[in-house]
């Protein structure tokens, strides 16, 4: 019996557990109340993001399913995904050649771009004053794109600086704007070249960043300068070479201003590009919900490009 009853009463003596103190319940209240004042301080940021990022994306991703034509909200008309099929249909221009236009104005000012800052960066890093060559080549970034654009178009025109230039040598003129062969081209020459800015900045930060140890441990073996330029200049600029591939690459796929200031997409679709063809869906033809679906198809395609661009740079070794 008194076995039996030895455990019930060692139960009942059996001390309860101590309970949470003053002192915790005003950690847990003065951590709540940082809380509340660290979302007081955000909530003008989280105000304008939802305003001006959230509140639009879902509105365009609505029009992108319905036909609207851009006067009252009632008129918004769900249609699917009619729109998204309107714009890969048998006679759409969406894909060819606007679409197709857009990779090859992107994959164009990449090239240029990449392959001119690199030339430029280096050369800048073995010479004097190099702040002042950086200011002259990071001028084009600080101009208006409607500035630079017209400068450009009348350079081009047949009595313009560049024909004067080919005359001079005894060549023909070109209508670079007037020719579809020609335009995107030269439209792409412009783009490249007031963007090469800021590639310089990067590239040459990337130069700085480079120990020279590896350098001084080159010429001690020997190696010219173009094996040091190849394997080690080039491979430790990965990650600056990234950045400036994934920005450029961006910014050809969004352009706008720069085709519609120097060509209107013209002549015929030679230089038509995405954003283009959703301007004129939207405000020339009323057709709100086309020009919604082409911008989330032109966000995916952004999308897929740039985690390509990062899949090949880890791919060849760069962990960006």
């Known amino acids: 019996m008194v076995n039996a009853l030895a455990p019930q009463t060692a139960e009942r003596a059996a001390p309860s557990p101590p309970s949470a103190g003053p002192a915790v319940d005003g950690r ?7 809380v509340v004042v660290a979302y007081l301080f955000l909530a003008p940021t989280l105000l304008f993001f939802a305003v001006f990022l959230f509140l639009p994306l879902g509105f365009a991703l609505l029009l992108s399913v319905s036909r609207w034509t851009g006067f009252r909200l009632g008129d918004i008309d769900p249609v699917g995904l009619d729109n998204f099929a309107g714009l890969f249909a048998e006679g759409s221009t969406f894909l060819t050649p606007v679409l197709t236009n857009t990779l090859l104005f992107a994959l164009g000012t990449v090239a240029l771009a990449l392959a ?3 030339l430029v960066a280096t050369c800048v890093d073995k010479l004097r004053f190099q702040g002042l060559w950086r200011t002259l ?8 794109v409607v500035a630079v654009g017209n400068v450009w178009k009348y350079m081009y025109e047949p009595g313009g600086l560049v024909n004067g230039v080919l005359n001079a040598a005894g060549l023909g003129s070109v209508a670079f704007l007037q020719d579809p062969d020609t335009a995107l081209p030269s439209v792409v020459v412009v783009q490249a070249w007031a963007s090469v800015g800021t590639a310089i900045l990067v590239l040459t930060a990337g130069l700085k960043s480079i120990p020279e140890s590896y350098y001084e441990a080159a010429a001690l073996d020997g190696a010219g300068q173009v094996t040091v330029f190849l394997r080690i200049t080039l491979p430790l600029l990965r990650p600056s070479l990234l950045f400036v591939c994934v920005t450029q690459f961006l910014t050809g796929l969004q352009s706008f201003a720069l ?6 997409g013209g002549p015929g679709d030679a230089t038509a590009v995405a954003a283009l063809e959703m301007y004129r869906q939207a405000f020339s033809y009323g057709d709100w919900g086309t020009a919604s679906a082409a911008a989330f198809v032109l966000f995916l395609v952004v999308l897929v490009v740039t985690l390509a661009q990062l899949w090949f740079f880890r791919r060849t070794g760069e962990d960006a």
């Open 28 to 34: 847990r209240r003065g951590r709540r109340r940082q």
């Open 116 to 118: 001119g800052s690199v």
């Open 137 to 144: 080549y990071f001028l084009p970034i600080v101009t208006t």
């Open 259 to 264: 085709i519609i200031v120097m060509t209107k």
